[in-house]
């Protein structure tokens, strides 16, 4: 792989975490010197970004994102998924494994990081399927994919359960050996099959609609946590939905047992009522929930109870998800939209502030993935991954004008405040206010 | 009026224009030549992507009868079975230039994306496990018929409440109406929020078909489909049909005035005996009878009435 010099860089007058502003020195793709220091630091040809009203957060992570390639390169390649996850303020995403071939092997781990470093975005890390072929019934080769280049931590199934107890038993067991992680798509099938794709309620009983209640999700919590504790092992709780599922956490989590949770973004704003048109977009698993749910959700993002937003950016072909309700396809997009709903919806209000931001988005994400080179503070020494923030831009989402190769966004049209106007993936610049920038190679 | 896709979308006004059209309508049955020449030139597709004997073959009259140009295609073997997409079907239908499609889907809201996607008029045939309008407007052009106007009067509704189509439709259309309905059903065959939804739309709801019979002016049995039985709804089809049956021993419970309806097709001794299915009191026949009538008016409405006139 080809690479660039990247010239020194000084950003000027940044609130740095938004906790007071500083100049922010960047050399050979690390941070060289923060405060008044920096520009004394700078060597002759630094260039100079003009920073002032902008929020400095370190690059955010995602630990939950859906490429596609292999397999479904029409819905995204690992190139589109990395502008799009560029422009949304990303500098590293760790790549669910259900493609097509599943990653359930070294060698198709390292293909996947190689498309990454390929296309240069951003960091890609694949996450390793839990079973072969995510058929939930053999371990995958869990060490192995870990022994690779690409250095799996994190295993999960999602899109799936790992819904036998024992074989979940035996993952978190297996990966304590290199410090892994198994990332859990809580779904009792037996509870909400295949067919469930509205949360069960009123509204799925008057939709009819297969119902997805939410006990479905909380029994498998409610099993994992203690299948941690018993093994002793780390547990995460992937797109975490109901009220009963946090509760659950907020318990486990008191109890000293080493589990993590994410929410994606749409959980936290959207709610089931956007269901009643059968508009296919809304169409997620697990299903967009009450009102009530989501604030639960919200609360509990700000008290710490879950870890962190992860954006299950799961893209899809138009084809897919022009079918009837049940018959399309669950996702939608999330990459280029995260920051805007946590600010619009966490930050604006008061509710947190740049700080947790960076927390849950990216120092968090990266403490759960063992991701040595992203999430660190934003310190002399540290990487150069970053992302500037304008707190202050607002602008209607218009999905046309997406990196992603789908247009599965449900955000088209709304308002968000907040958005990321500088990504920089050590210290290179890889997106500039939604515009993308040259990949590495 | 465009589309019939629920009758949520319907005042109490329209639905009673509806059924007052369809008993003129009724009339071109006892004729020797049923012919109108209402929809003469316009050309009305049965799309049904499920199977259907007596709706399709209901509307597929309906049509005829008012001079339509009908076609009836089914799923099986059409693009969507090789792969295309619901969109790109339907489109790719309606770019032949019907004035309407009639819809039988087994998903719910099919009916309401098509109507998204292209111009024509659709009517919902039956929509998964969400509604049947059409079956609702004629059981209640069929109710109406026997007891008269349905204000005040109390209807219950029995059975597999959960997977019915007919339910829905019918609770909303009896309710417009000003009728009082108690749905009853075990449990596990009750939709799911049906306490909230039950107070939010101001019906009962009751798991004690006993208790319920002596009171109403008609019961509506809805047929328990087969395929629930495996399904952990209830324990066995004998357990089933002696609590939730209408059996001969509850038809004296029933006040002497009351009628049964059944939309069809019925298990005769798990959801309803023969004797009840046969009662002279039965409007099951009645009701197959008025579904040409009504589905006639539905068409006169969608394509014929007031501002549809060409």
């Known amino acids: ?441 | 009026m465009k589309h019939l896709l629920s009758i949520a979308d319907l005042s109490a006004q329209e639905i009673t224009s509806i059924l007052d059209t369809a008993v003129s309508m009724h009339e071109v049955q006892d004729r020797d030549v049923k012919k109108l020449p209402t929809l003469r030139g316009r050309t009305i597709i049965n799309f049904f992507f499920e199977d259907s004997t007596r709706t399709r073959s209901s509307f597929e009259i309906a049509g005829k009868w008012m001079s339509a140009d009908t076609i009836n295609l089914t799923g099986k073997g059409t693009s969507v079975s090789k792969g295309e997409s619901l969109r790109d079907t339907v489109l790719t239908i309606a770019a032949m230039g019907v004035d309407m499609m009639i819809v039988r889907h087994p998903a719910s809201g099919a009916p309401q994306q098509i109507a998204q996607w292209v111009d024509c008029s659709i009517v919902n045939a039956g929509d998964g496990t969400h509604e049947h309008p059409s079956q609702a407007l004629l059981d209640a052009y069929s109710l109406r018929r026997a007891l008269g106007e349905l204000t005040d009067r109390h209807v219950a509704i029995v059975g597999d409440l959960t997977h019915s189509r007919v339910l829905r439709s019918n609770l909303l259309c009896l309710r417009k109406l000003g009728a009082a309905v108690t749905v009853v059903a075990p449990p596990t065959l009750m939709p799911s929020g049906i306490a909230s939804w039950a107070a939010a739309d101001g019906f009962a709801v009751s798991y004690d078909l006993d208790a319920v019979l002596p009171t109403v002016d008609a019961v509506m049995m809805l047929r328990v489909q087969r395929e629930r039985m495996s399904g952990g709804y209830f324990p066995t089809a004998k357990e089933y049909a002696v609590t939730y049956g209408l059996t001969s021993g509850r038809l004296a419970r029933l006040p002497a005035h009351a009628v049964i309806a059944h939309p069809g097709p019925m298990n005769r001794g798990l959801e309803i005996s023969a004797d009840a299915a046969d009662a002279a009191r039965s409007l099951v026949l009645d009701q197959v009878s008025a579904g040409v009538a009504v589905r006639m008016s539905i068409l006169y409405h969608l394509l014929a009435g007031e501002g549809n006139a060409q």
């Open chain 1, 1 to 441: 792989m080809k690479r660039t010099t990247t010239p020194p860089l000084l950003i000027r007058g940044a609130d740095v975490l938004g906790e007071g502003t500083q100049d922010v020195l960047l050399v050979d793709g690390r941070i060289a010197a923060v405060g008044t220091q920096a520009r004394d630091d700078a060597p002759t040809g630094t260039g100079t970004l003009h920073a002032e009203g902008l929020v400095l957060l370190p690059g955010l992570v995602d630990l939950h994102t859906h490429l596609r390639e292999p397999g479904r390169e029409d819905a995204e390649t690992v190139e589109s998924g990395s502008q799009a996850a560029a422009a949304g303020g990303f500098t590293a995403v760790l790549a669910m494994a259900n493609t097509s071939p599943v990653t359930d092997t070294a060698e198709i781990a390292e293909t996947v990081l190689d498309l990454g470093r390929r296309a240069g975005y951003v960091d890609v890390h694949p996450v390793g399927a839990v079973t072969k072929g995510l058929a939930g019934e053999e371990l995958a080769e869990l060490g192995l994919m870990h022994r690779s280049r690409a250095r799996v931590t994190v295993f999960s199934d999602d899109g799936r359960c790992v819904h036998d107890a024992r074989l979940m038993r035996r993952a978190l067991e297996y990966v304590k050996a290199f410090d892994g992680v198994v990332s859990q798509h809580a779904q009792d099938p037996r509870l909400a099959d295949g067919t469930a794709c509205c949360h069960e309620g009123e509204l799925s009983g008057r939709l009819g609609l297969p119902g997805w209640p939410a006990v479905a999700e909380e029994v498998v919590v409610a099993r994992d946590v203690m299948l941690a504790r018993h093994t002793g092992s780390r547990v995460h709780i992937a797109h975490v939905s109901t009220a009963g599922s946090v509760e659950v956490v907020r318990w486990a989590k008191k109890q000293g047992i080493d589990v993590t949770a994410e929410v994606t973004p749409h959980h936290l704003m959207l709610t089931q009522d956007l269901l009643a048109g059968y508009d296919p977009t809304f169409k997620v698993n697990p299903p967009l929930r009450p009102t009530e749910d989501a604030l639960v959700l919200q609360e509990a993002l700000a008290d710490g109870t879950i870890d962190i937003v992860a954006t299950d950016h799961a893209p899809h072909a138009r084809q897919d998800k022009e079918h009837a309700f049940v018959d399309a396809a669950f996702g939608m997009l999330g990459l280029e939209t995260a920051l805007g709903v946590v600010s619009t919806l966490m930050v604006q209000p008061g509710r947190m502030g740049w700080a947790d931001v960076a927390r849950v988005m990216s120092t968090a994400p990266a403490r759960i993935a063992r991701l040595s080179t992203q999430g660190q503070g934003i310190t002399p020494g540290a990487p150069a991954n970053l992302t500037l923030v304008d707190p202050t831009r607002k602008g209607t989402v218009d999905r046309a004008l997406s990196k992603s190769l789908s247009r599965n966004n449900p955000w088209h049209g709304r308002e968000l405040v907040g958005a990321p106007h500088l990504t920089l993936l050590r210290g290179r610049v890889t997106a500039r206010e939604g515009l993308v920038w040259g990949g590495e190679a």
